[in-house]
């Protein structure tokens, strides 16, 4: 399958304050507030959903199509995107704007101050998917996540226009969209993916049930931390999948990214959802045993033999001749 994953691409930069940024704050003086933390440590990460993603399906094997925007620097992020196998030949360059770039300091009570600089990610809304389907010979299937809300419209409406099939994955910005925006999103899209709290809030604010909000699409996909994953397809019961035992827990950052990116590969497989849903299980729990949304590697034996721990012999044999994990 030819699939595109457009949203985000950005780099996140990780600071640790040795304190608490409530001993600095002084009630009174909020509306005059300066503040200057020194921190101990830094560490830039690569990120973004859309990379994040692209990155999960091609350490499984995939050749996934990258599409978001991004400003001159993004020249070793790109690199190691591309020795990873993501196509990036259709990512766009801004003249004039930086990656999109979190910056995050934690206290020592995991209190975050944090500013978001989407920075090129505005310039997503200049990009038409129709070139992008005509380099390729053609698009499966569009994954819109979360980016420029202009751009994400635009990609929606494009690919109903094009019977481009899409999924709907609007994530963090389901915040900041009123429930127009939100049905603009996910009507009419092959799979929806949220979290639980995510679909709350779709329903809250467009005034949907849970039984209409799934049936807005054929697949609908919700993940729910520790409880796994429940898929409801369209006319079938519920399939509950649950979530995989990790090693260790280091960093939940990406964990979305990375089941939505084993999810997909179980589709570009034309496995069924379950199996799709183990295998982003699956994936995930490499995510979390790490600091960093691309600093897992992964051995397909070793991959193997943890999938059949948590799902069975039968969910490896059947995943087994679909993944590649040791492509440099």
């Not at 994530?171 to 009419?188: H, K, N, P, R, V």
């Amino acid at each position: 399958m030819q699939i595109a994953i457009t949203g985000s691409i950005a780099t996140d930069h990780l600071m640790t304050f040795e304190g608490l940024f409530a001993d600095s704050l002084v009630v009174e003086q909020l509306d005059k507030i300066s503040l200057s933390f020194l921190t101990q440590d830094l560490q830039v990460r690569r990120g973004g959903v859309a990379a994040n993603i692209a990155f999960g399906m091609a350490s499984l094997g995939q050749r996934p199509i990258l599409v978001g925007a991004v400003g001159e620097d993004f020249t070793d992020y790109r690199s190691w995107l591309e020795r990873h196998g993501v196509d990036c030949q259709s990512v766009h360059y801004s003249d004039s704007q930086h990656t999109a770039r979190f910056i995050c300091t934690t206290d020592q009570d995991m209190a975050q101050i944090a500013t978001f600089y989407a920075g090129a990610m505005t310039e997503a809304r200049d990009i038409e998917l129709a070139p992008v389907a005509d380099r390729v010979g053609g698009l499966d299937l569009v994954v819109i996540g979360a980016n420029d809300p202009v751009a994400m419209q635009r990609h929606s409406d494009e690919c109903r226009t094009r019977g481009i099939p899409f999924a709907a994955d609007p994530s963090q910005q389901l915040a900041f969209l009123d429930g127009e925006g939100i049905a603009g999103l996910i009507d009419g899209a092959e799979y929806l993916f949220t979290n639980e709290y995510e679909a709350g809030i779709a329903c809250q604010k467009t005034g949907w049930s849970e039984d209409e909000l799934a049936d807005r699409v054929r697949v609908q996909v919700k993940t729910q931390g520790k409880d796994g994953v429940t898929v409801r397809v369209r006319g079938e019961e519920p399939i509950q999948v649950g979530a995989a035992r990790e090693v260790r827990k280091a960093d939940p950052t990406g964990v979305g990214d990375a089941f939505r990116a084993g999810f997909l590969t179980g589709l570009a497989a034309d496995l069924p959802v379950r199996r799709c849903a183990e295998l982003g299980s699956m994936l995930a729990t490499y995510v979390i045993e790490t600091v960093g949304t691309q600093e897992y590697s992964l051995k397909k034996a070793d991959f193997l033999e943890r999938l059949a721990e948590a799902y069975g012999d039968d969910s490896a044999s059947d995943i087994g001749p679909h993944i590649d994990c040791e492509r440099p």
